[in-house]
């Protein structure tokens, strides 16, 4: 899409990205506290790395969306390919970087994971599901004589 109007879908890509740095949030100080009390300050760290992990994903992903909602279709899938491997290859440098890392403490990082995971993934369809997104989204129905192009 190429116009300058701004696509449907923006709104609910910020609404996204502001409840994800939430539970993001959350997971931070709910897994640090648990972290710390299982495993000391190592624990802590492990916590605050797994949400800090968890925050950089959810908004390379929405950044990216958010920038290719104004792309054509071909520009949109480039982008949302290449965010898709950038977060891969991230993904696989921290796991390997923070891996045998004298402060990290594996449970504690496994946990804050999976629980930002399910809590950004619960985001997700919340926010989907409220949206008031028509069908047709950002589709010019109007007969191509009579566009104003």
């Known amino acids: 899409m190429s116009t300058a109007q701004t696509p449907t879908s923006v709104p609910v890509f910020r609404r996204v990205l502001t409840w994800s740095a939430v539970v993001a949030a959350g997971v931070a100080v709910i897994g640090g ?4 009390v299982v495993a000391g300050f190592d624990g ?9 992990m968890t925050l950089l994903f959810a908004a390379i ?6 920038l290719a909602a104004h792309l054509d279709n071909i520009f949109f899938m480039a982008v949302v390919l290449g ?3 950038l977060k891969f ?3 696989l440098g921290i796991m390997l970087a923070v ?3 004298a402060f990290v403490h594996q449970w504690t990082l496994w946990g804050s994971l999976v629980a930002a995971v399910v809590g950004t993934l619960v985001v997700d369809v919340v926010c989907v599901v409220r949206a008031r ?3 047709t989204g950002d589709v010019d129905l109007t007969p191509r004589g ?3 192009d």
């Open 33 to 36: 506290a648990v972290g710390f």
């Open 44 to 52: 802590m760290l492990s916590a605050l790395v797994g949400a800090g």
């Open 61 to 66: 992903t929405v950044v990216s969306l958010l």
């Open 83 to 85: 965010a898709w491997l």
């Open 89 to 91: 290859v991230l993904f």
């Open 99 to 101: 891996k045998d890392a």
């Open 133 to 135: 997104i028509p069908n």
């Open 146 to 148: 009579e566009r104003e």
